[in-house]
Antibody, heavy 117, light 110 residues
Framework: DVQLVESGGGLVQSGGSLRLSCAAS????????LHWVRQAPGKGLEWVSR????????VYADSVKGRFTISRDNAKNTLYLQMNSLRAEDTAVYFC??????????WGQGTTVTVSS | QSALTQPPSASGSPGQSVTISCTGT?????????VSWYQQHPGKAPKVVIY???KRPSGVPDRFSGSKSGNTASLTVSGLQAEDEADYYC??????????FGTGTKVTVL
């Protein structure tokens, strides 16, 4: 089965850092672009970042640019999101997701990040 | 990167049709044919129901259809069923090589 499993969420103070991981299985990880998408409590989906299959050309939403860094390790089939200078408004469920021709065809179950002020 | 605009809610009786609009700009929805739609049930991860404006993934009923005119895309759910009650989000690839989601629409089956 194709699967994405996020981990690394938790409670962190404002200004702190957290690194999320996403372990992939059931497909050739190095063939696919990947995304992070988040959803604040009771709110809609917000695209956060995307990285190409070879780890090049990361792109970010303006709301996280300069604070978050997306990366991947194709040898470990793992996607990462390094989150620095966290703010209360970064509180959300963070989904790892697989891209297929500019749409998302596989989603993880999400990991919850709570930033306390 | 403003979110695409969707109506907050839509509803219909079982068997009826409901259409959800998704309005963007010439830099996103109007720029390309990479508009997709996602269904999300409470507490669950989203699921794609339409991609590239009109295409349905395998396993998605043909009751779901998509279209686009200019800067506005639409999702129609025909023959509404109880399990169609969910939140729906549109999304578009943009000319800035990033992505944007819609504000979301809660569909209620009366």
């Amino acid at each position: 089965d194709v699967q994405l499993v996020e981990s690394g969420g938790g409670l962190v103070q404002s200004g702190g850092s957290l690194r999320l991981s996403c372990a992939a299985s059931g497909f050739t990880f190095s063939d696919y672009w990947l995304h992070w998408v988040r959803q604040a409590p009771g709110k809609g989906l917000e695209w956060v970042s995307r990285i190409r299959s070879d780890g090049s050309v990361p792109v970010y939403a303006d709301s996280v640019k300069g604070r978050f860094t997306i990366s991947r390790d194709n040898a470990k089939n793992t996607l990462y999101l390094q989150m620095n200078s966290l703010r209360a408004e970064d509180t959300a469920v963070y989904f790892c997701a697989r891209d297929s021709r500019f749409h998302i065809d596989v989603w993880g179950q999400g990991t919850t990040v709570t930033v306390s002020s | 990167q403003s979110a695409l605009t969707q109506p907050p809610s839509a509803s219909g009786s079982p068997g009826q049709s409901v259409t959800i609009s998704c309005t963007g700009t010439s830099s996103d929805v109007g720029d390309n044919d990479y508009v997709s739609w996602y269904q999300q049930h409470p507490g669950k991860a989203p699921k794609v129901v339409i991609y590239e404006v009109t295409k349905r993934p395998s396993g998605v009923p043909d009751r779901f259809s998509g279209s686009k005119s200019g800067n506005t895309a639409s999702l129609t759910v025909s023959g509404l069923q109880a399990e169609d009650e969910a939140d729906y989000y549109c999304s578009s690839y943009t000319g800035s090589k990033n992505y944007v989601f819609g504000t979301g629409t809660k569909v209620t089956v009366l």
